[in-house]
């Protein structure tokens, strides 16, 4: 089956940490892309990429990094400098960025502070 | 300013009812609409997608509509399942990539 997985499904970071989200797809999408889900609000875009060694910043990218080594591949990092990293991180994939068609997405990381 | 706002916030029906959720925008310039079900710790799951050109969109028991002069979308869900039970959020896009993601609706399904 085509899809998204995401890893793990909950990660604990204690202060002064940095903790590495994965995500892989087997899509085949050039797209990828990385949200934040706070209760009451709209996921939020941190990193998107459009092709391999490329990525964008997105809305919240302070305190986040990526990297886009693989096409399949794309993590993010949260850093000590996310100083309220608790939420649920979001990855989507699509065919490209400005295709009609819609968002992949996996089934999510929820972060906490130990 | 872009924005999507849904109603209500939440909204509790006894199975087999129909229900109707809001979706008001001000999203300019407009490129499409989607509805996404999201069940509770799992990623969204695209219903619909409907662009500037369309006025609805079903998916089984599932009916977008899209009036784009009014920039408003609802999503009407046809003899609710316990399954049913589930976030739906209104998603917009603009005439390049950028999406913008309303709050979502929490739909409760009783028996």
């Known amino acids: 089956d085509g899809g998204i997985t995401q890893s793990p499904k909950y990660l604990f970071r204690k202060e002064g940490q940095n903790v590495t989200l994965s995500c892989e797809q087997n899509?085949?999408?050039?797209?990828m892309y990385w949200y934040r889900q706070d209760p009451g609000q709209g996921l939020r875009l941190i990193y998107y990429?459009?092709?391999?060694?490329?990525?964008q910043k997105g809305d919240i990218a302070e305190g986040y990094s990526v990297s886009r080594e693989k096409k399949e591949s794309f993590p993010l990092t949260v850093t000590s400098a996310q100083k309220n990293p608790t939420a649920f991180y979001l990855c989507?994939?699509?065919?490209?960025?400005?295709?009609?068609?819609?968002?992949?997405f996996g089934d999510g990381t929820r972060l906490s502070i130990l | 300013k872009n924005q999507v706002e849904q109603s209500p916030q939440s909204l509790i029906i006894l199975e087999g009812k129909n229900c109707t959720l809001q979706?008001?925008?001000?999203?300019?310039?407009?490129?499409?609409l989607r509805w996404y079900k999201q069940d509770t710790g799992r990623g969204p799951v695209s219903l619909t997608i409907?662009?500037?050109?369309?006025n609805t969109k079903s998916n089984g028991r599932y009916t977008a509509t899209l009036d784009a002069d009014t920039k408003q979308s609802s999503l009407h869900i046809t003899a609710s399942q316990l399954s049913d039970s589930a976030s739906y959020i209104c998603?917009?896009?603009?005439?390049?990539?950028?999406?913008?993601f309303g709050a979502g609706t929490r739909l409760f399904v009783k028996a």
């Open positions: 409907m662009t500037f050109s369309e």
């Open positions: 998603v917009v896009t603009t005439g390049g990539f950028k999406t913008i």
């Open positions: 989507a994939s699509s065919i490209d960025l400005y295709s009609n068609q819609p968002q992949h």
């Open positions: 979706c008001n925008y001000t999203v300019s310039p407009f490129s499409n």
């Open positions: 899509l085949n999408h050039d797209a």
């Open positions: 990429s459009q092709i391999v060694n490329d990525f």
